[in-house]
T-cell receptor, first 115, second 114 residues
Framework: KAGVTQTPRYLIKTRGQQVTLSCSPISGHRSVSWYQQTPGQGLQFLFEYFSETQRNKGNFPGRFSGRQFSNSRSEMNVSTLELGDSALYLC??????????????FGEGSRLTVL | AQSVTQPDIHITVSEGASLELRCNYS??????LFWYVQSPGQGLQLLLKYFSGDTLVQGIKGFEAEFKRSQSSFNLRKPSVHWSDAAEYFCAVGALYTGNQFYFGTGTSLTVIP
């Protein structure tokens, strides 16, 4: 069974640009969550999608957005990039809510560098 | 406010020695607690989880953790560390009503010396 796949793995952007990151969850998983990981802040929850609907949203500005498609694949977009957006963006999938299923499965992440 | 604290930013242990990584949480509801491990360049892998029941939980790779409600702690332990255990360890807390929105600690980096 293939794991969570994130693309691209690495990318470099300049301030003011926008970026789109993609996540393909494990087959059969309907929930996709996104986290931002930085050395100073650790992992911070961005949002969760379940059956194409945003179920939860973290405390990030509106420049951060996402969506989920009918095949459960998800994308997140960051517009008007700032230097502080440089981070590892992790996607995680699960069949449904973790307390019911027991585990979030993480991808290897997309490392974004903003110059 | 919900939060997770991992007081130790970095720990160094000798191979074969015991290990304890600390985790304290602040959460308004009954917590669901997790420990994840992250090796360089990789995503997070679940080591163990606590939802309810026995407060001592066993995980993969010989790890265990104990939930202490009175101390709001969920410390991770391993009796004998292997060189391959060198990695970053994250404690996380969630709750039933928050879906997959977890709060993570800032991590503890483990170095294992031969």
């Amino acid at each position: 069974k293939a794991g969570v796949t994130q693309t691209p793995r690495y990318l470099i952007k300049t301030r003011g640009q926008q970026v789109t990151l993609s996540c393909s969850p494990i087959s059969g998983h309907r929930s996709v969550s996104w986290y931002q990981q930085t050395p100073g802040q650790g992992l911070q929850f961005l949002f969760e999608y379940f059956s194409e609907t945003q179920r939860n949203k973290g405390n990030f500005p509106g420049r951060f957005s996402g969506r989920q498609f009918s095949n459960s694949r998800s994308e997140m977009n960051v517009s008007t990039l700032e230097l502080g957006d440089s981070a590892l963006y992790l996607c995680a999938s699960s069949q449904t809510s973790v307390p019911q299923t027991g585990e979030l499965f993480f991808g290897e992440g997309s490392r974004l560098t903003v110059l | 406010a919900q939060s997770v604290t991992q007081p130790d930013i970095h720990i160094t242990v000798s191979e074969g020695a015991s290990l304890e990584l600390r985790c304290n949480y602040s959460y308004g509801a009954t917590p669901y607690l997790f420990w994840y491990v992250q090796s360089p360049g990789q995503g997070l892998q679940l080591l163990l989880k606590y939802f309810s029941g026995d407060t001592l939980v066993q995980g993969i790779k010989g790890f265990e953790a104990e939930f202490k409600r009175s101390q709001s702690s969920f410390n991770l332990r391993k009796p004998s560390v292997h060189w391959s255990d060198a990695a970053e360890y994250f404690c996380a807390v969630g709750a039933l009503y928050t879906g997959n929105q977890f709060y993570f600690g800032t991590g503890t980096s483990l170095t294992v010396i031969p």
